[in-house]
Nanobody, 124 residues
Framework: VQLQASGGGLVQAGGSLRLSCAASGRTFSRLAMAWFRQAPGKEREFVAAISWSGGETYYSDSVEGRFTISRDNAKNTVYLQMNSLKPEDTAVYYC??????????????????WGQGTLVTVSS
């Protein structure tokens, strides 16, 4: 599975961005997907996850209510809509795929494939 993340950039606090992650190499509708992020000097952390069908989603407490994960299985793409961005959201964002489970949640070790990351910078 190859994952290509895009959509990062520089935005002011309170603004919005939408990240995309295009997948190839495997049946996308059978991949549980997630977004993680890693801020400078910090460990990678879970952001959001979505099931095969998109019917189940799960968010970290820090982004709940501000971020929305979704997927378009016809386009082999998962999205992360980020609203009300804060400076503490600044990080490299990674998409991840699990080909073995319907829904993997926040367990990073369950994801076998990772994208290259896209940088999101939120200025105050």
């Amino acid at each position: 599975v190859q994952l290509q993340a895009s959509g990062g950039g520089l935005v002011q606090a309170g603004g919005s961005l939408r990240l995309s992650c295009a997948a190839s190499g495997r049946t996308f509708s059978r991949l549980a997907m997630a977004w993680f992020r890693q801020a400078p000097g910090k460990e990678r952390e879970f952001v959001a996850a979505i099931s095969w069908s998109g019917g189940e989603t799960y968010y970290s407490d820090s982004v709940e209510g501000r971020f929305t994960i979704s997927r378009d299985n016809a386009k082999n793409t998962v999205y992360l809509q980020m609203n009300s961005l804060k400076p503490e959201d600044t990080a490299v964002y990674y998409c991840a795929a699990d080909p073995t489970r319907y829904f993997s949640g926040s367990y990073s070790a369950g994801y076998d494939y990772w994208g290259q990351g896209t940088l999101v910078t939120v200025s105050s």
